[in-house]
Nanobody, 123 residues
Framework: QVQLVESGGGLVQAGGSLRLSCAAS????????MGWFRQAPGKERESVAA????????SYADSVKGRFTISRDNPKNTVYLQMNSLKPEDTAVYYC????????????????WGQGTQVTVSS
């Protein structure tokens, strides 16, 4: 079992930055692939970024490449999403998730989900 709690969302102007955190409980965190996903109103949940267990490999959606960075601190059971150069189209509820299957950018391959944190980017 893995329980996840996101934090760090908020309101920011276009071009600004936010850092999301996801604190995990449970002894399987270091064995899990971790991902960030988002869901805007009226849209399906989409993958944003993912990171392998050791942190050596990361994946990003094309829409966020070069702007977002995913990282993890296994001793602290925490995964982060640094978001720079934010755009209004980044507005969504952001979720972190833990999974144990590939491919890592597939929503259905994640078993544990946080409650989400709202990110709003104003123009």
């Amino acid at each position: 079992q893995v329980q996840l709690v996101e934090s760090g969302g908020g309101l920011v102007q276009a071009g600004g930055s936010l850092r999301l955190s996801c604190a995990a409980s449970g002894r399987t965190f270091s064995n899990a692939v971790m991902g960030w996903f988002r869901q805007a109103p009226g849209k399906e949940r989409e993958s944003v970024a993912a990171i392998t267990q050791s942190g050596s490999d990361t994946s990003y959606a094309d829409s966020v490449k070069g702007r977002f960075t995913i990282s993890r601190d296994n001793p602290k059971n925490t995964v982060y999403l640094q978001m720079n150069s934010l755009k209004p189209e980044d507005t969504a509820v952001y979720y972190c998730a833990a999974g144990f299957r590939w491919p890592v950018m597939r929503v259905n391959n994640y078993d544990y989900w946080g409650q989400g944190t709202q990110v709003t980017v104003s123009s």
